[in-house]
T-cell receptor, first 115, second 113 residues
């Protein structure tokens, strides 16, 4: 697509429920990243995909968080047994990695509220 | 020590003046540097990239890099009210094969009409 697409744009869930957040990167972009941004805070790295593999999962805050990417395209971030501290904007970004790195393009984010 | 540091602001600049935003980073081996602009309630938008020491100009924006001092800056000339936003400094600390941006917490810039 023309840009990075994320869905849903907003999600309100009850504490303890599982949620799935979806990211559709720019067509042809091989690298995909998940970050989260809490209110008034900076961007916190979660996980990085190159193709379908995740060489860097170092930012996932707990084993309740998991992510997968299939077909080198769409990625899903799953949060199990959500907690109130999971409330944040979850941002997905993609990048075309060739010999040089040109930064990445963010989607519009999913605002997750755990009540 | 934070890996990428920025003054949080707020930084207030009169319309038409030059806004100067600064950033320092901890990893001496970092090779690529970026500035993102984030309007309130929106996602970050890439506005500048810089890879070599010196200045890089793009319209009203100039990025400056000094690897010896581990310092990156962004100058905005002829500041406009539409430049009011949070500016995020981002540094690629991942290395080849693990390109990953580490972000500063951002500087909130307000342009005063």
């Amino acid at each position: 697509g023309a840009g990075v697409s994320q869905s849903p744009s907003n999600k309100v869930t009850e504490k303890g429920k599982d949620v799935e957040l979806r990211c559709d990167p720019i067509s042809g972009h091989t690298a995909l990243y998940w970050y989260r941004q809490s209110l008034g805070q900076g961007l916190e790295f979660l996980i990085y995909f190159q193709g379908n593999s995740a060489p860097d999962k170092s930012g996932l805050p707990s084993d309740r968080f998991s992510a997968e990417r299939t077909g080198g395209s769409v990625s899903t971030l799953t949060i199990q047994r959500t907690q109130q501290e999971d409330s944040a904007v979850y941002l997905c970004a993609s990048s075309l990695l060739l010999q040089d790195f040109y930064g990445y393009t963010f989607g519009s984010g999913t605002r997750l509220t755990v009540v | 020590q934070k890996e990428v540091e920025q003054n949080s602001g707020p930084l207030s600049v009169p319309e038409g003046a030059i806004a100067s935003l600064n950033c320092t980073y901890s990893d001496r081996g970092s090779q690529s540097f970026f500035w993102y602009r984030q309007y309130s309630g929106k996602s970050p938008e890439l506005i500048m990239s810089i890879y070599s020491n010196g200045d890089k100009e793009d319209g009203r924006f100039t990025a400056q890099l000094n690897k010896a001092s581990q310092y990156v800056s962004l100058l905005i000339r002829d500041s406009q009210p539409s430049d009011s936003a949070t500016y995020l400094c981002a540094v690629n600390m991942g290395g080849f094969g693990n390109e990953k941006l580490t972000f500063g917490t951002g500087t909130r810039l307000t342009i005063i009409p």
